[in-house]
């Protein structure tokens, strides 16, 4: 799964990380995380229980790792949307494939149980 976007993960520098639904993520008690950046926040909505890093790159670019946080024993396949910006064009990196979706796209990710995804924006 790493090779598929290995290469293009290295060229983005961590923002920030928050929470989706964070009621419904795997041992979640209380607070709220240090490392939220409300400003970094993406167009990505759910029902589950979500963690998304929040990444920038050169030019203005943007990456996110969106993650199924949900308890691993439910075995819950995670939703979540997201909603390409205008003008923008999003690589959505998932196991071994690649997917591109120009701005102004709503794309729904599914995601296995703990599983994670890398979405570029250029």
Do not use: R
Not at 84 to 107: D, I, M
């Amino acid at each position: 799964m790493i090779p598929s976007f290995a290469e293009e993960y290295g060229k983005y520098s961590y923002t920030s990380t928050y929470y989706l639904n964070k009621n419904k993520l795997a041992g979640f008690n209380k607070g709220e995380l240090e490392t939220t950046v409300e400003d970094e926040k993406a167009d990505i909505t759910s029902k589950n229980g979500l963690v998304i890093g929040t990444f920038d790159g050169e030019n203005g670019e943007k990456a996110y790792i969106i993650v199924n946080m949900q308890e691993l024993n439910d075995s819950v396949t995670a939703k979540a949307t997201f909603t390409v910006p205008e003008g923008k064009t999003a690589t959505l990196y998932q196991k071994t494939s690649t997917f591109k979706y120009s701005g102004g796209t709503a794309k729904t990710i599914k995601l296995d149980p703990g599983e994670g995804v890398f979405v570029t924006v250029k």
